[in-house]
């Protein structure tokens, strides 16, 4: 089963059916049905949730479902019984886990295609992506380890032993910690994702199979097959977000003990509103503030230990370079601006990327790939909230190289040629044989240049390079 990111719409695989359901989170109507492979069972959603990614045990592949026209965009050859499926937090790969041979397959979302395929796996079930995009964690149902995969070089760097049959995986949002639910040994392991060892042990029902983190990293969800029930796992004393803006309205998650009959929640010397309070969970909307503030809860038992939480301005930004790149992206950009260190996500129009913090006034992202030319507004999530200043990144299609003017021409050079095609006003470069040439745009079609001198007669390859990339005609060119 898989979620929305707004958590409007819930996709389910009928594997009964052959067939992807739709239903909406309000009504819990079916909208839609959509038919897949045989026997599908893994459920992904991308990050921007335009796309749903299943896996069909029965016809070893995996679905690609576009989720604004529910239709199926490709189906893509996999493993044998293709089991668990997670999308990387960047939507840039698609993860399969392939229980009937032992491996996972790497799938890249632009083209659909399978570009790696990893080895050295045991039955392996579930997996899940490290929100820090570095690692994969797979469970071996097969040798009751955990295989961590180094996402950069497509390598095992570890095994860890959990429970029997590990069958669940889970990150939490911050990744540290890694939740693996047992289905042979009725419990969950929580492994620290900096040391790869398993910390604690936590029983739950009988038969746990799937498993999923909220989004705050509080609780943990255990589904319990063989008992038909839910086990909720809380990391007690604890308190998330501890950071927001300054105006305010965070939605604070505390967790401890005896926490029935909330009267009271601090921000330093101001009260919160209180949203939600049970035994040990209590939520509360953060008030206005600023710098540090010791958060307390009062209850007719007293007052509890301080927890703090950290007021952040909104950053700002003031400029994005290169501005403009291929429909293709994963191409980095810089954003400057200021006050930046905690920025969380860039969203190019609607498509989600994850920066790297280079220092409090720059970020790099790699551009999310766009399924068409065009100018999307680009915005920067901070602890502060959404960044002030307004950016822009246009997409490019790919340059179309049609042909010459002229064909040929001294070995001097010197001459003017015009270069004909598709996709130009972007262009930053020709080439003649490698020899950069002068040149002017003429429009999106034509581009004069100044042909450079050539080093013998014959011909050359004209290379012309834009924003949305290169494009070559071998011997275009004859120097005579």
């Known amino acids: 089963m898989g979620v929305s990111p707004d958590s409007t719409r819930i996709y389910v695989a009928e594997s009964g059916a052959n067939a992807l359901s739709t239903a909406q989170q309000e009504t819990l109507t079916v909208t839609s049905q959509i038919e897949v492979g045989s026997a599908p069972f893994g459920v992904a959603v991308s990050p921007a949730g335009i796309r749903v990614y299943v896996a069909n045990q029965g016809s070893a592949s995996l679905s690609v479902v576009d989720t604004v026209i529910d239709t199926i965009l490709a189906t893509v050859p ?38 790696a395929t990893i080895t050295g796996l045991s039955a392996p079930v579930g997996v899940a992506a490290s929100p820090d995009t570095l690692h994969l964690y797979v469970a071996n149902s ?13 390598t095992i760097t570890a095994t860890i032993p959990v429970g029997t049959a590990p069958w669940g995986v889970a ?35 009988h038969q746990p199979a799937g498993i999923a983190v909220t989004p705050n990293g509080l609780a943990a969800f255990v589904a319990n097959s063989g008992s038909n029930t839910i086990s909720v796992i809380q990391t007690l004393y604890q308190m998330a977000p501890t950071l927001g803006p300054q105006s305010g309205g965070t939605k604070v998650t505390i967790t401890g003990t005896n926490l029935t009959g909330v ?16 035994p040990n969970q209590v939520v509360a909307a953060s008030p206005p503030g600023s710098g540090v503030a010791r958060v307390t809860v009062t209850t007719a038992g007293g007052t509890s230990n301080p927890k703090p939480f950290h007021y952040y301005p909104s950053g700002n930004v003031s400029s994005l370079s290169p501005s403009a790149g291929p429909t293709a992206g994963r191409n980095p950009v810089t954003i400057n601006g200021g006050q930046l260190a905690t920025a969380t996500q860039v969203l190019f129009g609607t498509l989600l990327a994850v920066p790297q913090v280079v220092s409090d006034q720059q970020l790099t992202v790699d551009v999310p790939p766009n399924i068409a030319p065009g100018t999307v507004p680009v915005t920067v999530t901070t602890a502060g909230g959404l960044t002030t200043g307004t950016l822009s ?60 001198p050539g080093s013998a007669p014959g011909p050359v390859d004209v290379t012309v390079t834009t924003a949305g990339g290169s494009a070559t005609l071998p011997g275009a060119y004859t120097y005579t």
């Open 171 to 205: 990150t939490t949002p911050d990744s540290r910690e890694v939740f693996v639910s047992n289905n042979g040994s009725d419990n969950v392991s929580i492994i620290d994702a900096t040391t790869n060892t398993v910390t604690d042990t936590i029983a739950v029902g």
């Open 142 to 154: 097969g040798a009751n380890t955990v295989s961590v995969i180094d996402t950069g070089s497509r």
């Open 263 to 278: 009267t009271s929640v601090q921000f330093g010397t101001r009260s919160a509103p209180v949203i939600a309070n049970t």
């Open 78 to 115: 996999v493993g044998s019984s293709p089991t668990g499926v997670a999308v990387s937090p960047t939507g840039g790969e698609v993860y399969v886990t392939n229980k009937g041979d032992n491996t996972l397959s790497v799938i890249s979302t632009i083209t659909d295609t399978v570009v």
């Open 393 to 452: 990144y246009t997409y490019v299609d790919p340059p179309r190289f049609g042909g010459l003017s002229t064909t040929s021409g001294p070995v001097a050079g010197g001459n003017v040629v015009d270069l004909t095609g598709k996709n130009l006003a972007t262009a930053t470069a020709v080439a003649f044989n490698g020899v950069i040439a002068q040149f002017s745009i003429g429009s999106d079609t034509v581009l004069a240049a100044i042909v450079p």
